[in-house]
Protein backbone atom coordinates (compact mmCIF):
# COMPACT_ATOMS: atom_id res chain seq x y z
CA UNK A 1 0.00 0.00 0.00
CA UNK A 2 0.88 3.59 -0.99
CA UNK A 3 2.18 5.13 2.26
CA UNK A 4 2.46 8.85 0.67
CA UNK A 5 -0.08 10.49 -1.40
CA UNK A 6 -0.19 14.07 -3.16
CA UNK A 7 -3.15 16.14 -1.49
CA UNK A 8 -5.89 16.32 -4.66
CA UNK A 9 -7.12 19.44 -6.12
CA UNK A 10 -10.57 20.14 -4.40
CA UNK A 11 -13.50 19.88 -6.62
CA UNK A 12 -15.09 23.26 -7.97
CA UNK A 13 -17.90 24.20 -5.21
CA UNK A 14 -21.32 23.47 -6.21
CA UNK A 15 -23.15 26.36 -4.95
CA UNK A 16 -26.71 24.64 -4.97
CA UNK A 17 -25.12 22.09 -2.30
CA UNK A 18 -23.83 25.02 -0.41
CA UNK A 19 -27.03 26.52 -0.50
CA UNK A 20 -29.41 23.51 0.18
CA UNK A 21 -27.83 23.46 3.63
CA UNK A 22 -29.80 26.95 4.58
CA UNK A 23 -33.03 25.66 7.00
CA UNK A 24 -36.57 27.31 5.86
CA UNK A 25 -35.84 28.02 2.13
CA UNK A 26 -38.66 29.00 -0.69
CA UNK A 27 -36.96 28.48 -4.17
CA UNK A 28 -37.47 31.00 -7.02
CA UNK A 29 -34.77 29.79 -9.53
CA UNK A 30 -31.90 26.91 -9.08
CA UNK A 31 -28.62 27.06 -10.62
CA UNK A 32 -25.84 23.95 -11.97
CA UNK A 33 -23.46 26.83 -11.52
CA UNK A 34 -19.95 26.09 -9.49
CA UNK A 35 -17.58 28.53 -8.16
CA UNK A 36 -13.48 27.88 -8.08
CA UNK A 37 -12.77 26.14 -4.86
CA UNK A 38 -9.98 28.54 -5.15
CA UNK A 39 -12.33 31.18 -3.41
CA UNK A 40 -11.73 31.87 0.14
CA UNK A 41 -14.34 32.46 2.93
CA UNK A 42 -13.91 35.88 2.49
CA UNK A 43 -14.71 36.63 -1.16
CA UNK A 44 -17.20 33.79 -1.80
CA UNK A 45 -20.28 35.66 -0.55
CA UNK A 46 -21.15 39.16 1.21
CA UNK A 47 -24.00 41.58 1.38
CA UNK A 48 -25.18 42.47 -2.28
CA UNK A 49 -23.55 45.39 -3.15
CA UNK A 50 -22.59 47.00 -6.67
CA UNK A 51 -19.14 47.76 -6.22
CA UNK A 52 -18.03 44.61 -4.94
CA UNK A 53 -19.71 41.17 -6.14
CA UNK A 54 -19.53 38.34 -4.53
CA UNK A 55 -20.49 34.60 -6.38
CA UNK A 56 -23.42 34.83 -3.42
CA UNK A 57 -24.90 37.70 -2.33
CA UNK A 58 -26.87 38.35 0.30
CA UNK A 59 -30.11 40.41 0.12
CA UNK A 60 -31.29 42.38 3.64
CA UNK A 61 -33.92 44.75 4.11
CA UNK A 62 -31.90 47.51 2.81
CA UNK A 63 -30.57 46.07 -0.33
CA UNK A 64 -33.96 45.04 -1.18
CA UNK A 65 -35.84 48.81 -0.78
CA UNK A 66 -33.00 49.63 -3.28
CA UNK A 67 -33.94 46.86 -5.34
CA UNK A 68 -37.24 47.47 -5.34
CA UNK A 69 -36.48 51.06 -6.46
CA UNK A 70 -34.60 50.10 -9.55
CA UNK A 71 -36.90 50.13 -13.16
CA UNK A 72 -36.33 46.71 -15.15
CA UNK A 73 -33.96 48.37 -17.27
CA UNK A 74 -31.80 49.10 -14.29
CA UNK A 75 -31.86 46.24 -13.17
CA UNK A 76 -30.55 44.10 -16.49
CA UNK A 77 -27.66 46.24 -16.11
CA UNK A 78 -27.03 45.90 -12.82
CA UNK A 79 -23.03 44.42 -11.98
CA UNK A 80 -25.36 42.56 -9.12
CA UNK A 81 -26.97 40.44 -11.67
CA UNK A 82 -23.90 39.94 -14.27
CA UNK A 83 -24.89 36.41 -15.39
CA UNK A 84 -20.72 35.85 -15.06
CA UNK A 85 -19.86 37.08 -11.93
CA UNK A 86 -23.33 36.42 -9.67
CA UNK A 87 -24.18 32.80 -8.81
CA UNK A 88 -26.86 32.89 -6.27
CA UNK A 89 -28.99 35.51 -4.72
CA UNK A 90 -30.07 34.56 -1.40
CA UNK A 91 -33.27 37.10 0.12
CA UNK A 92 -33.07 37.31 4.08
CA UNK A 93 -35.61 37.93 6.90
CA UNK A 94 -38.41 36.54 4.70
CA UNK A 95 -38.28 39.17 1.74
CA UNK A 96 -39.52 38.42 -1.47
CA UNK A 97 -38.32 39.67 -4.61
CA UNK A 98 -40.50 41.69 -6.92
CA UNK A 99 -41.45 39.84 -10.20
CA UNK A 100 -38.21 42.35 -12.09
CA UNK A 101 -36.17 40.54 -9.82
CA UNK A 102 -36.90 37.14 -10.55
CA UNK A 103 -36.84 37.44 -14.37
CA UNK A 104 -33.69 38.64 -14.28
CA UNK A 105 -31.99 35.47 -12.54
CA UNK A 106 -33.98 33.34 -14.38
CA UNK A 107 -32.58 35.58 -17.25
CA UNK A 108 -28.71 35.08 -16.00
CA UNK A 109 -29.10 31.67 -15.01
CA UNK A 110 -28.72 33.26 -11.15
CA UNK A 111 -29.90 31.05 -8.10
CA UNK A 112 -32.83 33.19 -6.23
CA UNK A 113 -34.50 32.37 -3.06
CA UNK A 114 -35.81 33.62 -0.06
CA UNK A 115 -35.46 32.16 3.88
CA UNK A 116 -36.80 33.18 6.81
CA UNK A 117 -33.37 33.37 8.54
CA UNK A 118 -31.45 37.15 9.08
CA UNK A 119 -28.31 37.99 7.69
CA UNK A 120 -26.29 37.30 10.56
CA UNK A 121 -27.53 33.84 10.85
CA UNK A 122 -27.38 32.88 6.39
CA UNK A 123 -23.67 34.34 6.87
CA UNK A 124 -23.24 31.85 9.99
CA UNK A 125 -24.63 28.61 8.44
CA UNK A 126 -22.76 29.36 4.97
CA UNK A 127 -19.61 29.77 7.09
CA UNK A 128 -20.01 26.59 9.13
CA UNK A 129 -20.76 24.26 5.88
CA UNK A 130 -17.96 26.14 3.93
CA UNK A 131 -15.05 23.88 5.24
CA UNK A 132 -17.13 20.36 4.71
CA UNK A 133 -18.15 21.40 0.74
CA UNK A 134 -14.31 22.91 -0.10
CA UNK A 135 -11.86 21.13 2.03
CA UNK A 136 -9.67 18.14 0.02
CA UNK A 137 -11.44 14.48 0.14
CA UNK A 138 -10.16 11.41 -0.75
CA UNK A 139 -11.86 7.72 -0.94
CA UNK A 140 -10.55 5.13 1.08
CA UNK A 141 -11.20 1.30 1.31
CA UNK A 142 -12.24 0.09 4.59
CA UNK A 143 -14.73 -0.22 7.46
CA UNK A 144 -14.75 2.85 9.51
CA UNK A 145 -16.20 2.95 13.15
CA UNK A 146 -15.84 4.94 16.33
CA UNK A 147 -14.66 2.79 18.89
CA UNK A 148 -14.56 4.39 22.71
CA UNK A 149 -15.22 7.57 21.05
CA UNK A 150 -12.10 7.18 18.90
CA UNK A 151 -12.57 6.91 14.71
CA UNK A 152 -10.44 3.77 13.86
CA UNK A 153 -10.42 3.21 10.35
CA UNK A 154 -10.00 -0.76 9.58
CA UNK A 155 -7.94 -1.55 6.24
CA UNK A 156 -6.96 -4.43 4.51
CA UNK A 157 -6.82 -6.85 1.59
CA UNK A 158 -10.62 -7.64 0.21
CA UNK A 159 -11.70 -10.96 1.88
CA UNK A 160 -9.53 -10.33 5.54
CA UNK A 161 -12.39 -9.99 7.26
CA UNK A 162 -13.23 -6.21 7.84
CA UNK A 163 -16.94 -6.23 7.36
CA UNK A 164 -17.01 -9.25 10.27
CA UNK A 165 -14.92 -7.86 12.79
CA UNK A 166 -17.36 -4.50 12.08
CA UNK A 167 -20.40 -6.40 13.13
CA UNK A 168 -18.63 -7.96 16.17
CA UNK A 169 -17.60 -4.23 16.88
CA UNK A 170 -20.80 -3.12 16.67
CA UNK A 171 -22.72 -6.11 18.67
CA UNK A 172 -19.99 -5.09 21.34
CA UNK A 173 -21.70 -1.44 21.73
CA UNK A 174 -19.24 0.24 19.36
CA UNK A 175 -20.50 2.53 16.50
CA UNK A 176 -20.52 1.79 12.74
CA UNK A 177 -19.87 5.20 10.38
CA UNK A 178 -19.21 3.31 6.85
CA UNK A 179 -18.49 -0.07 5.53
CA UNK A 180 -15.70 -0.91 2.71
CA UNK A 181 -15.99 2.67 1.11
CA UNK A 182 -15.21 5.94 3.35
CA UNK A 183 -15.01 9.41 2.44
CA UNK A 184 -12.73 11.31 4.22
CA UNK A 185 -12.22 15.44 4.15
CA UNK A 186 -9.68 17.74 6.03
CA UNK A 187 -11.42 19.79 8.72
CA UNK A 188 -9.88 22.83 9.98
CA UNK A 189 -6.84 22.09 8.37
CA UNK A 190 -5.72 19.72 11.12
CA UNK A 191 -7.86 16.79 11.23
CA UNK A 192 -9.35 13.87 9.19
CA UNK A 193 -13.04 13.34 8.87
CA UNK A 194 -14.38 10.41 7.98
CA UNK A 195 -18.02 10.16 6.59
CA UNK A 196 -20.24 7.10 5.21
CA UNK A 197 -21.36 8.46 1.18
CA UNK A 198 -25.44 8.57 1.75
CA UNK A 199 -26.10 5.73 -0.76
CA UNK A 200 -24.64 3.16 1.71
CA UNK A 201 -25.30 4.48 4.76
CA UNK A 202 -26.25 2.04 7.71
CA UNK A 203 -25.27 -0.64 5.58
CA UNK A 204 -22.84 -3.59 5.50
CA UNK A 205 -22.16 -6.50 3.38
CA UNK A 206 -21.24 -9.62 4.98
CA UNK A 207 -20.30 -12.35 3.17
CA UNK A 208 -23.07 -15.13 2.76
CA UNK A 209 -25.24 -12.49 4.42
CA UNK A 210 -25.77 -9.96 1.60
CA UNK A 211 -25.88 -6.52 2.75
CA UNK A 212 -27.61 -6.24 5.93
CA UNK A 213 -28.94 -2.73 7.68
CA UNK A 214 -27.33 -1.88 11.11
CA UNK A 215 -29.41 0.73 11.34
CA UNK A 216 -32.45 -1.54 11.57
CA UNK A 217 -31.04 -4.48 13.16
CA UNK A 218 -28.93 -2.79 16.08
CA UNK A 219 -31.02 0.49 16.16
CA UNK A 220 -30.08 4.16 15.26
CA UNK A 221 -27.77 4.63 17.93
CA UNK A 222 -25.47 2.14 16.48
CA UNK A 223 -24.72 4.03 13.25
CA UNK A 224 -22.81 7.52 12.87
CA UNK A 225 -23.11 9.88 10.44
CA UNK A 226 -19.41 11.03 10.88
CA UNK A 227 -16.21 11.03 12.91
CA UNK A 228 -12.98 11.98 13.46
CA UNK A 229 -10.32 9.91 11.86
CA UNK A 230 -7.86 9.39 14.63
CA UNK A 231 -6.56 5.55 14.31
CA UNK A 232 -5.91 3.39 11.14
CA UNK A 233 -5.42 -0.73 11.78
CA UNK A 234 -4.47 -2.51 9.06
CA UNK A 235 -5.06 -6.34 9.25
CA UNK A 236 -3.00 -8.62 7.34
CA UNK A 237 -3.58 -12.19 6.48
CA UNK A 238 -0.84 -13.27 8.06
CA UNK A 239 1.60 -16.72 7.63
CA UNK A 240 3.06 -18.23 10.00
CA UNK A 241 6.65 -17.37 9.46
CA UNK A 242 5.22 -13.66 9.67
CA UNK A 243 3.76 -14.06 13.39
CA UNK A 244 7.46 -15.87 14.33
CA UNK A 245 9.04 -12.60 13.09
CA UNK A 246 6.98 -10.25 14.77
CA UNK A 247 8.79 -8.01 17.55
CA UNK A 248 6.67 -8.89 20.89
CA UNK A 249 7.68 -6.02 22.86
CA UNK A 250 6.39 -3.33 20.27
CA UNK A 251 3.62 -2.58 18.53
CA UNK A 252 4.29 -2.29 14.83
CA UNK A 253 3.19 0.99 14.09
CA UNK A 254 4.12 3.63 11.42
CA UNK A 255 2.46 6.97 10.48
CA UNK A 256 0.42 7.00 7.06
CA UNK A 257 -0.27 10.26 5.37
CA UNK A 258 -4.08 11.25 4.08
CA UNK A 259 -4.27 14.74 2.83
CA UNK A 260 -1.10 15.93 4.52
CA UNK A 261 -2.28 14.62 7.97
CA UNK A 262 -0.78 11.64 9.58
CA UNK A 263 -2.11 9.44 11.00
CA UNK A 264 -0.95 6.57 12.84
CA UNK A 265 -1.06 2.88 11.57
CA UNK A 266 -0.83 -0.28 13.72
CA UNK A 267 -0.38 -3.85 11.46
CA UNK A 268 -2.43 -6.78 13.14
CA UNK A 269 -2.35 -10.14 11.59
CA UNK A 270 -5.49 -11.95 11.28
CA UNK A 271 -5.17 -15.83 12.23
CA UNK A 272 -6.97 -18.54 13.76
CA UNK A 273 -7.80 -18.22 17.59
CA UNK A 274 -7.37 -14.33 17.61
CA UNK A 275 -10.01 -12.22 18.22
CA UNK A 276 -10.15 -9.59 16.12
CA UNK A 277 -13.20 -7.62 18.04
CA UNK A 278 -11.25 -7.90 21.15
CA UNK A 279 -7.62 -6.94 20.03
CA UNK A 280 -9.10 -3.83 17.90
CA UNK A 281 -10.49 -2.67 21.36
CA UNK A 282 -7.28 -3.49 23.12
CA UNK A 283 -5.25 -1.56 20.26
CA UNK A 284 -7.82 1.45 20.88
CA UNK A 285 -7.54 1.33 24.33
CA UNK A 286 -3.64 1.18 23.93
CA UNK A 287 -3.86 4.29 21.61
CA UNK A 288 -6.01 6.56 23.75
CA UNK A 289 -2.92 5.64 26.72
CA UNK A 290 0.29 6.48 24.09
CA UNK A 291 -1.82 9.55 23.59
CA UNK A 292 -2.25 10.75 27.17
CA UNK A 293 1.33 9.67 27.42
CA UNK A 294 1.45 6.15 28.93
CA UNK A 295 3.68 3.94 26.61
CA UNK A 296 2.97 0.27 28.40
CA UNK A 297 5.70 -1.62 26.40
CA UNK A 298 8.15 1.09 27.27
CA UNK A 299 6.71 1.25 30.94
CA UNK A 300 7.41 -2.35 31.28
CA UNK A 301 10.95 -2.85 29.61
CA UNK A 302 11.83 0.10 32.04
CA UNK A 303 10.76 -1.10 34.98
CA UNK A 304 12.50 -4.58 34.20
CA UNK A 305 15.65 -3.11 33.58
CA UNK A 306 15.20 -1.29 36.78
CA UNK A 307 14.46 -4.64 38.53
CA UNK A 308 17.84 -6.33 36.67
CA UNK A 309 20.05 -2.71 37.95
CA UNK A 310 20.67 -1.66 34.75
CA UNK A 311 20.96 1.78 34.31
CA UNK A 312 19.02 3.84 31.45
CA UNK A 313 20.41 4.66 28.65
CA UNK A 314 20.72 8.20 27.41
CA UNK B 1 -0.28 -2.42 -13.80
CA UNK B 2 -2.89 -1.40 -16.60
CA UNK B 3 -4.86 1.39 -16.78
CA UNK B 4 -7.81 1.52 -18.95
CA UNK B 5 -11.07 3.66 -19.43
CA UNK B 6 -14.13 1.98 -19.90
CA UNK B 7 -17.67 3.19 -20.54
CA UNK B 8 -20.97 1.99 -18.68
CA UNK B 9 -23.03 1.60 -21.74
CA UNK B 10 -25.87 -0.44 -20.46
CA UNK B 11 -29.25 0.71 -20.09
CA UNK B 12 -29.11 0.63 -16.30
CA UNK B 13 -25.84 1.70 -15.18
CA UNK B 14 -23.80 -0.19 -12.19
CA UNK B 15 -26.68 -1.21 -10.31
CA UNK B 16 -26.55 -3.65 -7.43
CA UNK B 17 -26.92 -6.48 -9.58
CA UNK B 18 -24.30 -5.53 -12.49
CA UNK B 19 -22.06 -4.95 -9.39
CA UNK B 20 -22.67 -7.82 -7.77
CA UNK B 21 -21.88 -9.84 -10.90
CA UNK B 22 -18.46 -7.40 -11.45
CA UNK B 23 -17.54 -8.47 -7.87
CA UNK B 24 -18.15 -11.89 -8.47
CA UNK B 25 -15.67 -11.59 -11.46
CA UNK B 26 -13.42 -9.55 -9.61
CA UNK B 27 -12.54 -11.62 -6.58
CA UNK B 28 -11.32 -14.63 -8.52
CA UNK B 29 -8.27 -12.41 -9.73
CA UNK B 30 -5.27 -12.29 -7.59
CA UNK B 31 -4.05 -8.39 -9.20
CA UNK B 32 -5.31 -5.40 -7.15
CA UNK B 33 -8.18 -4.10 -9.13
CA UNK B 34 -9.80 -0.44 -8.66
CA UNK B 35 -12.08 1.72 -10.05
CA UNK B 36 -11.90 5.45 -10.23
CA UNK B 37 -14.68 8.04 -11.27
CA UNK B 38 -14.11 11.48 -10.97
CA UNK B 39 -12.12 12.02 -8.17
CA UNK B 40 -13.91 8.63 -6.17
CA UNK B 41 -11.27 5.47 -6.06
CA UNK B 42 -12.98 2.65 -5.08
CA UNK B 43 -11.24 -1.16 -4.88
CA UNK B 44 -13.66 -3.23 -7.40
CA UNK B 45 -13.43 -6.37 -5.01
CA UNK B 46 -15.74 -4.67 -3.08
CA UNK B 47 -19.76 -4.32 -3.85
CA UNK B 48 -19.70 -1.83 -1.59
CA UNK B 49 -17.43 0.71 -2.92
CA UNK B 50 -18.48 0.16 -6.76
CA UNK B 51 -22.41 0.91 -5.55
CA UNK B 52 -20.76 3.97 -4.04
CA UNK B 53 -19.97 5.57 -7.28
CA UNK B 54 -23.86 4.97 -8.64
CA UNK B 55 -22.43 4.87 -12.50
CA UNK B 56 -25.16 5.70 -14.66
CA UNK B 57 -25.13 5.16 -18.22
CA UNK B 58 -22.44 6.82 -20.43
CA UNK B 59 -20.24 7.19 -17.69
CA UNK B 60 -16.43 6.69 -18.07
CA UNK B 61 -14.75 4.38 -15.35
CA UNK B 62 -11.18 4.81 -14.84
CA UNK B 63 -9.83 0.67 -14.79
CA UNK B 64 -6.50 -0.15 -12.72
CA UNK B 65 -5.23 -3.43 -12.65
CA UNK B 66 -2.20 -4.27 -10.57
CA UNK B 67 -0.45 -7.76 -10.02
CA UNK B 68 0.32 -11.06 -11.79
CA UNK B 69 -3.23 -11.74 -13.75
CA UNK B 70 -3.47 -8.05 -14.52
CA UNK B 71 -3.87 -8.29 -17.83
CA UNK B 72 -6.27 -11.23 -17.73
CA UNK B 73 -8.43 -9.04 -15.15
CA UNK B 74 -8.43 -6.13 -17.26
CA UNK B 75 -9.77 -8.20 -20.55
CA UNK B 76 -12.53 -10.16 -18.28
CA UNK B 77 -13.75 -6.69 -16.88
CA UNK B 78 -13.55 -4.65 -20.42
CA UNK B 79 -15.94 -7.43 -21.50
CA UNK B 80 -17.96 -7.58 -19.00
CA UNK B 81 -18.76 -3.78 -19.36
CA UNK B 82 -18.83 -4.32 -23.20
CA UNK B 83 -21.49 -7.15 -22.56
CA UNK B 84 -23.51 -5.01 -20.57
CA UNK B 85 -22.86 -7.50 -17.71
CA UNK B 86 -25.34 -9.96 -18.90
CA UNK B 87 -28.37 -8.12 -19.48
CA UNK B 88 -30.67 -7.42 -22.67
CA UNK B 89 -29.28 -3.87 -23.30
Known amino acids: MQSVESVPQPEPLQVQKLIEQLPDVHWYQRTGKTVKSCFQQANLFGFLNPL ?71 LDCLQGQLPRLLSPR ?7 LAVMNTGVLITGASGVGKSEVALDLVQRGHQLVADDAVEIYRRDGAELVGECSPTLKGYVEIRGLGIINIDKMF ?19 ATNKEIRSLDRLQPSLNMVEILGIKVPRLSMLVAPGRNLAVLIEAATRDFLLRKSGIDSSLDFVKSHDRIMGIEEIG | MIEAEVPVVNKLGLHARAASKLVKLTAGFESSIKLIRKNQEVDAKSIMGILMLAATQGTQIRVITDGPDERDAMDAI ?12
Not at chain 1, 138 to 144: A, E, I
Not at chain 2, 83 to 89: M, R
Open chain 1, 52 to 122: RITPLQIVDQAAIEWLYRMRDSELRKSPCFDSQGSVATILCDGLSPNPNIIEVCKNNDIALLKTSLGSAAV
Open chain 1, 219 to 237: GPASVLDYYRLQLIINLKD
Open chain 1, 138 to 144: CNKHGVF
Open chain 2, 78 to 89: SEMFEQCFGEDE
